[in-house]
């Protein structure tokens, strides 16, 4: 092993540190540490890493003992013949496949504003947090278009084929449609704060466009338009700021994007419309969030909106904000989110509900709905001899008037339960805390209904009409955005589904993975 560039392991935050062995034993090794290098980069800026750093730096000498390490040697490095890091577009192509090696091409070429890398079939990303106009240009877009669906199959491979890119995976997904007509599916998976959500708008935009004619992509169609802006809209009620993403997805969205038949004689096919399945909405954020998080940013917007906009929704709103709130708070109250107020998102969901044909009317309810949903938290109990009792009534007034009931009656749902046995009903007090609880069901209930109701009327708006049964049935191609794993300082029943389900999406994948591998 003499000589040769390696990795060691190096407690975490630093994980991996490329060395150079000066000399070995069969169950050491004493290498020198090469750096800079990207796999040792800094993961944050605390005492220990900077004490890490100090312990590895570029030149210290180390010896290692090689038990821990998998056959007892030490993960080569991938070196060019100047001694150099080798960093390929295709990790398949790497001499080394190994974990320090991924991380270090990964990583190389994330610092060269190359996020994308393949690995065969599949495409990595590393969230690049900047936006970087020239990755998704219109030439990028027409040079990835030509190589995957408008050059004949059987034209030669180009000379220098494009660069790895999401877009290359749309494409063939477009490419396999137009050509086979099986539908075809796009799983977009890691963790939270990976960049799935804004993958699949730019998957989605990419898909809305190919088969349009160039000069037709720069005026969008009614159709697309509304697919597009159905993003949005989501996103104000189903996603919130936590700790680790300012814009996470609450929910699961499965999207099929969906094609007309091609024409006869081939050439393309175009989108006509698009259908949303929306799974496991993480109801516990209707009624607080975890310290530094928000709730959803439909209830920030709305008490962003002017105040005639808030009057014109329910008289009460006027003048309050966050902190009149139980469930909202003042914390996250005119937060920048993807550099936009929550002023400016109103407007937006306001243009969107109105370009998926939301009439003001339902408008007003639908807004009215999550006054509703914010309204429940300010109900608080008291107890009383023999249960619970609303202790705010003016609260309770107002929430009645909301929702259009008396609030005698209210009261007593909220501090009772209703036991049915046999022919017989009996109503049991609820103790205060048990009362808080029903409280905080009956409004996130209530906020999962509204969000079900506006995925079913975006689905209203934008899905295309089945074709008769004799006709060609349209294509599809669906897009899979579910939020990622994600581990918080306390984590609730919704982190063991959220989890679990990565987990079986995994385990798909590994399983599909290898089954095509033995089938090759
Ligand atoms: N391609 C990209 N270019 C620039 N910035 C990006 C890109 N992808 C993601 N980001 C940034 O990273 C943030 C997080 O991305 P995104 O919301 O897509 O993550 P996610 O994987 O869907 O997370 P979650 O599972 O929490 O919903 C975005 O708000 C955006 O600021």
């Not at 935050?13 to 796999?39: C, F, K, N």
């Not at 929702?403 to 007593?412: F, I, T």
């Amino acid at each position: 092993m003499s000589s040769s560039s390696v990795y060691i392991s190096a407690p975490p935050p630093l994980v991996w540190v490329a060395a150079t062995v000066v000399s070995s034993t069969p169950s050491s090794a004493t290498v020198t540490v090469i750096s800079p290098h990207p796999a040792s980069t800094v993961l944050d800026d605390s005492d220990s890493t900077a004490t890490l750093l100090q312990t590895y730096a570029a030149g210290t000498t180390h010896t290692v003992s090689l038990a821990s390490y998998p056959n007892s040697s030490l993960p080569l490095r991938n070196s060019s013949d100047d001694g150099s890091l080798l960093v390929l577009p295709d990790l398949i192509s790497l001499p080394h496949l190994h974990e320090p090696g991924i991380l270090a091409n990964l990583s190389s070429r994330h610092a060269a504003s190359q996020p994308y890398t393949a690995c065969g079939d599949i495409v990595l990303a590393v969230n690049p947090y900047q936006w970087l106009p020239d990755l998704y240009s219109a030439d990028v877009k027409a040079a990835v278009n030509h190589e995957r669906v408008f050059a004949s199959p059987s034209a030669p491979p180009p000379a220098t084929p494009s660069p790895p890119h999401i877009y290359a995976t749309s494409a063939q997904a477009y490419a396999d449609l137009l050509r086979s007509g099986a539908h075809q599916s796009i799983l977009v998976s890691g963790e939270s704060g990976a960049g799935k959500t804004e993958t699949v708008k730019l998957l989605m935009s990419h898909l809305a466009e190919i088969g349009l004619p160039p000069a037709a992509s720069s005026e969008m169609s009614p159709v697309v338009r509304r697919v597009l802006d159905s993003n949005p809209l989501l996103e104000a009620f189903g996603n919130a700021k936590t700790s680790r993403n300012d814009n996470s997805s609450r929910f699961g969205k499965y999207t099929q994007l969906q094609f007309a038949p091609p024409a006869p004689g081939g050439g393309t096919i175009e989108l006509v419309g698009s259908k949303c399945e929306a799974y496991l909405l993480e109801k516990s954020r209707v009624a607080g969030a975890a310290e530094g998080e928000r709730v959803y940013h439909v209830f920030y917007q709305l008490l962003a909106a002017p105040e005639e906009v808030k009057g014109g929704v329910w008289e009460e709103l006027k003048g309050l904000s966050g902190g009149d709130f139980a469930y909202v708070g003042e914390e996250g109250v005119g937060a920048i989110i993807e550099g936009e107020t929550d002023a400016a998102k109103f407007e937006r969901t306001v243009a969107a509900l109105d370009t998926l044909g939301v009439g003001e009317e339902a408008r007003r309810d639908l807004l009215r709905g999550i006054c509703t949903v914010m309204q429940f938290g300010n109900v608080s109990f008291a107890a009383v001899d023999d249960g619970s009792a609303v202790s705010a009534p003016a609260a309770l007034a107002s929430l009645a008037s909301l929702l259009g009931v008396p609030a005698a009656p209210l009261e007593k749902a909220l501090t009772h339960r209703t036991v049915v046995a046999r022919s017989d009903k009996y109503e049991v007090p609820l103790t205060m805390d048990a009362a808080g609880e029903g409280r905080d069901a009956f409004a996130k209930e209530l906020y999962q209904r509204l969000f079900l109701w506006l995925v079913a009327t975006i689905n209203s708006a934008t899905s295309a009409p089945e074709p008769p049964r004799s006709a060609p049935k349209l294509g599809v191609i669906g897009l899979l955005d579910i939020f990622g794993f994600e581990s918080f300082k306390t984590n609730r029943f919704e982190q063991l589904c959220i989890n679990w389900c990565n987990e079986k999406l995994q385990q798909k994948f590994t399983v599909d993975v290898f089954r095509s591998v033995v089938q090759e």
